[in-house]
């Protein structure tokens, strides 16, 4: 069974969100690249883009499918993980770390205690997994 | 559309194998398989450099004998039976009057009055009505897909690996021959034949034996690497290698001739279904040919996404995905005959981008000799 880190928070689109100040680190979690597969590319937005949550961030490409990301919270993105245009295995390898997509600005700081906690998103995908 | 439970979805004999061996599975056609174990790029990888096995029990299997089987293959099949020796297979075309495809099959000659047929997994049951429907040769005709169990070991290691199993010489089959023989104590027909692009064997055997067989497969190929391969990979691994998938590059509109298929259709070898549609279509030309692509960028062209060409919409996408081996993006399309030389521009339309890519000629990869 994953473990999913429990200082970050999570999305039942399954991105996860780590909080530095009022930046927010975001990826995707590990339950989304196992149903995803190999990853072969990742869509970024551009530095600079204004989301709102909710909105599509980017995508994730496998193998067999595409799957889009969003934005878990408002703000802006200020960073993008260069690392994965010329590794996108590493969002299988280790997706909660290393493989995070982008960094973005807070509008608003408390959407971040809106989303599910690790107790939450695990206990939501383990439903998901027993009724599939 | 709510999925059918699991429970209503065929099995094949290893069903239980896959799951315990963690594989992810899927719907496909009907039946609950396993797309994938370790990986799709892993198994892609493994069949070409080591082996892969593959359960492919789903496929279809008709047989026909008697004194007018023969006449009966003929008389729907493009490709040219009667040139089949015993132990000789060819890749062929089940044809509708119009000259497209019902389905596309390997036809096997066991003697001169008994043919097995290996058809699509979802044709099985049209592809033997079809055939029913055109038997005016009194030939016996058998639906034999729940008898069969079908294997394929696939990779430049298959031969070593098989050959630690049995005593039949496998050296002494050519691609596209077979000889009946004991594999780990089950008997099976054993094909030189596959769906991958590399060398291999596709084993035919009773369902009972095929749980014994894939563990001794595994284990005999063990140290040189074999891997358990889901649908998954057998997809990329045909299309990279310029193999055609009924419902994307063929289907009931499509004729040999488009499908740049014309070697298995002989006209000369006497009538058959759809022979006078081809004869029509050769003589007033195609207006679309299967051509072959490369994205120019990191975009992944998909099944279905628009073509164009000189910024007019010319067709669809047939099959696209990425080439674990080759590390391109690559597909295959109908294209208008002015946009089918290798070099042409193109532009695949990926969810409202427009995306460079261009004509490349089939097969993308082909193995060394």
């Known amino acids: 069974m994953a473990t999913y880190p429990t200082d970050y928070r999570y999305t039942r689109e399954h991105e996860w969100v780590s909080v530095k100040d009022d930046i927010a680190t975001i990826g995707i979690t590990d339950y989304a690249q196992h149903e995803l597969g190999d990853v072969v590319f990742v869509g970024m ?14 995508s994730v490409e496998s193998v067999k499918t595409m799957s889009d990301i969003y934005a878990p919270v408002s703000g802006s993105v200020v960073e993008i993980n260069s690392e994965l245009a010329n590794a996108p295995e590493k969002i299988n390898q280790d997706p909660h770390g290393a493989a995070w997509l982008v960094r973005m600005k807070l509008a608003d700081a ?17 439903e998901k997994d027993s009724s599939a | ?34 797309i994938e174990y370790s990986g799709i790029i892993s198994e892609h990888m493994a069949t070409r450099t080591a082996a892969g096995l593959f359960d492919v029990s789903h496929m279809g299997e008709i047989e026909v004998r008697g004194g007018g089987a023969l006449a009966l293959v003929q008389s729907v099949t493009s490709n040219n039976a009667a040139k ?39 044709n099985q049951d049209g592809d033997f009505e079809y055939i029913r429907a055109h038997n005016q040769f009194a030939a016996e005709l058998e639906n034999a897909g729940p008898r069969y169990s079908q294997l394929a070991l696939q990779g430049p290691k298959a031969l070593e690996i098989l050959s630690r199993l049995t005593a039949t010489q496998l050296g002494a089959l050519r691609y596209y021959q077979f000889a009946f023989g004991d594999v780990s104590g089950a008997r099976c027909l054993i094909a030189r034949t596959g769906y991958t692009g590399e060398d291999g064997f596709e084993l035919y055997l009773a369902p009972e034996h095929s749980e014994t067989l894939w563990a001794a497969l595994l284990d005999a190929g063990q140290s040189a690497g074999i891997k358990p391969c889901g649908l998954g990979a057998r997809n990329t691994l045909r299309l990279e290698a310029g193999m055609r998938l009924y419902g994307h590059e063929l289907d009931e509109t499509t004729t040999v001739w488009e499908a740049d298929l ?17 004869v029509d279509q050769k003589a007033r030309g195609i207006e679309r040919v299967l051509v072959g692509f490369e994205m ?41 005959l002015a946009a089918r030389a290798a070099g042409t521009r193109i532009e695949i339309d990926i969810r409202g981008t427009r995306a460079p890519a261009q004509i490349v000629p089939l097969p993308f990869y082909k193995r060394g000799k």
């Not at chain 2, 979805?9 to 039946?31: C, E, I, P, Q």
Request: with cysteine; hydrophobic share 40%.
């Open chain 2, 84 to 122: 089949l020796a015993d132990g000789h297979a060819q890749y062929s075309g089940l044809l509708n009057d119009r000259g497209g495809f019902v389905d596309d099959l390997l036809v096997h000659r066991i003697s001169r009055s008994h043919y097995l047929l290996c058809v699509n997994a979802g």
């Open chain 2, 1 to 34: 559309m709510t999925a059918p439970p699991t429970t209503q979805l065929r099995k094949t004999a290893l069903n239980s194998t896959h799951r315990r061996l963690g594989a992810k599975m899927v719907n496909f056609g009907g039946w609950d398989m396993p």
């Open chain 2, 296 to 336: 120019s960028d990191r975009q992944i062209a998909r099944d279905a996404c628009g073509v164009s060409h000189d910024g007019v919409v010319v067709g669809r996408v047939t099959s696209g995905s990425p080439a674990p081996f080759l590390k391109k993006n690559i597909g295959m399309a109908y294209v208008p």
């Open chain 1, 110 to 126: 408390t959407e971040v205690s809106t989303l599910l906690d690790a107790a939450a998103y695990q206990a939501f995908v383990a």
């Open chain 2, 262 to 278: 014309g070697w298995i259709c002989k006209l000369d070898k006497g009538d058959f279904v759809g022979r006078q549609a081809l």
């Open chain 1, 45 to 58: 937005p551009e530095v600079g883009t204004a989301l709102k949550a909710g909105q599509t961030l980017g």
